[in-house]
Nanobody, 115 residues
Framework: QVQLVESGGGLVQPGGSLRLSCVASGIIFRVYNMGWYRQAPGKQRELVADITSGGTTNYADSVKGRFTISRDNANNMVYLQMNSLKPEDTAVYYC?????????WGQGTQVTVSS
Protein backbone atom coordinates (compact mmCIF):
# COMPACT_ATOMS: atom_id res chain seq x y z
CA GLN A 1 0.00 0.00 0.00
CA VAL A 2 1.38 3.36 -1.06
CA GLN A 3 1.74 5.89 1.72
CA LEU A 4 3.08 9.44 1.51
CA VAL A 5 3.46 11.43 4.73
CA GLU A 6 4.34 15.13 4.74
CA SER A 7 5.85 17.14 7.57
CA GLY A 8 7.51 20.49 8.16
CA GLY A 9 4.65 22.91 7.69
CA GLY A 10 3.89 25.72 10.09
CA LEU A 11 3.58 29.45 10.60
CA VAL A 12 6.37 31.66 9.29
CA GLN A 13 6.82 35.39 8.76
CA PRO A 14 7.15 36.85 5.28
CA GLY A 15 10.71 36.46 4.06
CA GLY A 16 11.23 33.37 6.18
CA SER A 17 12.03 29.79 5.24
CA LEU A 18 10.55 26.35 5.74
CA ARG A 19 11.59 22.89 4.63
CA LEU A 20 8.88 20.38 3.85
CA SER A 21 9.59 16.66 3.91
CA CYS A 22 7.70 13.71 2.49
CA VAL A 23 8.50 10.11 3.29
CA ALA A 24 7.20 7.37 1.02
CA SER A 25 6.50 3.76 1.82
CA GLY A 26 5.06 0.83 -0.08
CA ILE A 27 6.65 1.84 -3.38
CA ILE A 28 9.85 1.43 -5.36
CA PHE A 29 10.68 5.04 -4.66
CA ARG A 30 13.54 5.44 -7.11
CA VAL A 31 11.29 4.89 -10.14
CA TYR A 32 8.64 7.36 -9.01
CA ASN A 33 8.31 10.92 -10.27
CA MET A 34 7.62 13.03 -7.19
CA GLY A 35 6.07 16.44 -6.76
CA TRP A 36 4.74 19.07 -4.42
CA TYR A 37 1.36 20.67 -5.02
CA ARG A 38 -0.50 23.28 -3.00
CA GLN A 39 -4.08 24.37 -2.52
CA ALA A 40 -5.07 27.71 -1.07
CA PRO A 41 -8.59 28.35 0.26
CA GLY A 42 -11.02 28.81 -2.60
CA LYS A 43 -8.45 27.91 -5.23
CA GLN A 44 -7.61 24.83 -7.27
CA ARG A 45 -4.71 22.60 -6.38
CA GLU A 46 -1.64 23.65 -8.35
CA LEU A 47 1.79 22.24 -9.09
CA VAL A 48 4.59 23.85 -7.10
CA ALA A 49 7.55 21.70 -8.18
CA ASP A 50 8.31 18.22 -9.34
CA ILE A 51 11.33 15.99 -9.79
CA THR A 52 11.58 13.00 -12.07
CA SER A 53 13.07 9.65 -11.19
CA GLY A 54 16.17 10.83 -13.03
CA GLY A 55 16.42 14.05 -11.04
CA THR A 56 15.08 16.56 -13.56
CA THR A 57 13.24 19.38 -11.80
CA ASN A 58 10.42 21.68 -12.82
CA TYR A 59 8.99 24.68 -10.97
CA ALA A 60 5.94 26.88 -11.14
CA ASP A 61 6.88 30.38 -12.28
CA SER A 62 5.65 31.80 -8.98
CA VAL A 63 8.27 29.91 -6.96
CA LYS A 64 11.27 29.83 -9.32
CA GLY A 65 14.39 31.08 -7.58
CA ARG A 66 12.80 30.73 -4.13
CA PHE A 67 11.92 27.04 -3.79
CA THR A 68 14.08 23.97 -4.35
CA ILE A 69 12.85 20.39 -4.69
CA SER A 70 15.19 17.49 -4.00
CA ARG A 71 15.01 13.76 -3.35
CA ASP A 72 16.91 11.16 -1.35
CA ASN A 73 16.32 7.78 -2.93
CA ALA A 74 18.21 5.94 -0.21
CA ASN A 75 15.69 7.10 2.40
CA ASN A 76 12.54 7.39 0.24
CA MET A 77 12.36 11.12 0.90
CA VAL A 78 11.45 14.17 -1.15
CA TYR A 79 11.99 17.70 0.15
CA LEU A 80 10.82 21.20 -0.66
CA GLN A 81 13.08 23.99 0.59
CA MET A 82 11.08 27.20 0.61
CA ASN A 83 12.89 30.52 0.99
CA SER A 84 11.75 34.14 0.79
CA LEU A 85 8.22 33.07 1.62
CA LYS A 86 5.34 35.37 0.76
CA PRO A 87 1.79 35.56 2.14
CA GLU A 88 0.55 34.22 -1.20
CA ASP A 89 2.47 30.99 -0.53
CA THR A 90 -0.04 30.21 2.23
CA ALA A 91 -1.71 26.90 1.39
CA VAL A 92 -1.93 23.23 2.22
CA TYR A 93 1.04 21.54 0.57
CA TYR A 94 0.66 18.00 -0.74
CA CYS A 95 3.24 15.41 -1.70
CA UNK A 96 2.51 13.54 -4.94
CA UNK A 97 3.99 10.38 -6.40
CA UNK A 98 3.47 9.08 -9.94
CA UNK A 99 4.52 5.85 -11.63
CA UNK A 100 3.03 3.00 -13.67
CA UNK A 101 -0.05 5.10 -14.45
CA UNK A 102 -0.86 5.54 -10.78
CA UNK A 103 -0.97 8.72 -8.72
CA UNK A 104 -0.70 8.85 -4.94
CA TRP A 105 -1.18 11.77 -2.56
CA GLY A 106 -0.21 12.57 0.99
CA GLN A 107 -2.58 14.08 3.52
CA GLY A 108 -1.08 17.55 3.26
CA THR A 109 0.70 19.96 5.58
CA GLN A 110 -0.38 23.54 6.26
CA VAL A 111 1.98 26.40 5.47
CA THR A 112 0.94 29.85 6.68
CA VAL A 113 2.97 32.94 5.86
CA SER A 114 1.88 35.86 7.98
CA SER A 115 3.27 38.59 10.19
Amino acid sequence: QVQLVESGGGLVQPGGSLRLSCVASGIIFRVYNMGWYRQAPGKQRELVADITSGGTTNYADSVKGRFTISRDNANNMVYLQMNSLKPEDTAVYYCNGRAFGRVSWGQGTQVTVSS
